[in-house]
């Protein structure tokens, strides 16, 4: 008998009849004989409904609030699902997470897990239960409701998978499994059998949303047996694996795509040092996150301009920061925008090929899209640029690199 973590995103519950869909999917697995634990996201468009309230109402909302509002679509789902079960004949139990005991930290909206109690969970697998869990939420030390950020049911699915020391933990969603680019965007895209952990951990935090990028790193540090697979058919979905486990490379992977970014210039700042330390001191202290980063060679040593890349949810805080401190930094001007994507290119084959930054440049330059900020790690390099040319980018570096599906 093996252990399973079943976890049902978004689109999988839509509505009754994909409800219903997900309960059939459960009860197969329970019919092969299997303990099987499901974790549930909110209807697709529910969390964003209910974030939009928060907003509305406050703009400067308190954030413990704003978790007990958004925490609510996934209560809905674990309910109908429970139901759903019963009606088939699988015997089932909704569970939210101060039930269950999620213990999370007290950042709410971004909260991370630091324990479950899977004492009861065990006990309802004892009387042959299927325990149906909230996913995307947990509790504070203080006792009140956290959540994870968004799309972090899969991370709640992961570390329950984890801390049962689960056989599998399947992420049910809309596609078939991890493609070598958003599928949504490009038609050519094709499934991914296997992928590395390290690779899904730079693919995630650069924007392929497929997968919460904190899931994928708990899967790697807990060695969680993880599929990305579809509700909607019984196709082999996409192992995430070690890299002991993939033979050499020669293609990279994949093409990431991140249009939640934005970017500002701060010129005419003084050419000396300690300037660039100030400048992202002021930011770090209001919690402001920095992607990627360029200081231009002033021609005189006198002058210097520093562009930068954060996340589009910081700017106007940024901004803010960057003007208060004007007097302080010296410098001349500041510009900003939010009209910029950030595309990269992932892939292990990049440790051993050289070459694969000169392809990705020649194929961007030949659309004739500027680069704006350039950055690198061992398996991956992104670009900024300006947005309307996100998908034209991503296509043409997908056939560039020979990934396009024949
Ligand atoms: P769920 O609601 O099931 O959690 P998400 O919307 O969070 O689903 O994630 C699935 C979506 O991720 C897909 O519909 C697809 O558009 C998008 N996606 C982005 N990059 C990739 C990729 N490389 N492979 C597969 N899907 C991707
Ligand atoms: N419902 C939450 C969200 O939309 C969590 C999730 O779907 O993973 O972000
Ligand atoms: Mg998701």
């Known amino acids: 008998m093996a252990l399973i973590v079943q976890k049902f995103g978004g689109t999988s519950v839509a509505n ?48 413990r609030e704003y978790d007990t509002i958004v925490a609510t679509g996934e209560q809905v789902t674990v309910g109908l699902l429970a ?72 991370t709640s699915a992961v570390a329950l998978a984890a801390a049962l020391a689960a056989d599998r933990c399947d992420i049910y969603t809309d596609v078939d499994g991890v493609y070598t680019t958003d599928p949504r965007i490009a038609p050519k895209a094709h499934k991914l059998d296997r992928v590395t952990f390290e690779e899904m951990l730079e693919m995630a935090s650069l924007g392929a949303k497929v997968l919460h990028t904190r899931s994928v790193a708990m899967a790697m540090r807990h060695n969680v047996n993880l599929q990305v697979r579809s509700s909607f058919s019984d196709a082999p979905g996409t192992f995430v694996v070690d890299e002991d486990s993939i033979v050499e490379q020669e293609k990279i992977s994949g093409i990431a795509y991140s249009p939640d970014e934005a970017k500002i210039t701060i010129q005419g700042l003084p050419d000396q040092p300690g300037i660039a330390a100030s400048v992202f001191g002021k930011l770090a202290e209001r919690q402001v996150n920095v992607d990627m980063i360029v200081q231009s060679a002033s021609t005189d040593s006198k002058k210097t301009d520093i562009t930068f890349s954060l996340g589009r949810v910081d700017l106007d805080k940024a901004v803010g920061v960057i003007e208060v401190n004007r007097d302080a930094l010296g410098y001349s001007g500041i510009d900003s925008t939010e009209n910029v994507t950030k595309i990269s290119v992932v892939g292990m084959a990049m440790r051993s090929q050289p070459g694969v930054a000169k392809t990705m440049f020649e194929t961007l330059a030949q659309k004739g899209i500027n680069l704006q900020v350039i950055s690198t790690s061992e398996i991956k390099i992104s670009v900024l640029i300006a947005s309307e040319y996100t998908e034209l980018a991503v296509r043409s570096l997908h056939t560039a690199f020979g990934l396009d599906d024949e």
Do not use: Y
């Not at 004492?119 to 996913?135: D, H, K, M, S």
């Open 16 to 63: 009754l009849d994909c409800i219903r869909n997900v309960a059939r999917c459960v009860k197969a697995e329970v019919n092969h004989g299997n303990q099987v634990v499901v974790v549930v996201s909110a209807m697709a468009g529910t969390t964003n409904q209910l974030v939009d309230w928060a907003r509305e109402i406050g703009p400067m909302h308190d954030a």
């Open 83 to 154: 139901i759903a079960l019963q009606n088939i004949g699988v015997d089932a139990r909704s569970w939210l997470a101060w039930q269950i005991q999620v213990h999370t930290n007290e950042i709410h909206g971004a909260a991370r897990i630091m324990d479950i109690d899977t004492n009861l969970i065990r006990e309802r697998f004892a009387c042959g239960q299927v325990p149906v869990v909230a996913g995307f939420q947990g509790i504070s030390p203080k006792g009140r409701i956290t959540t994870l950020g968004r799309g972090g049911s899969d």
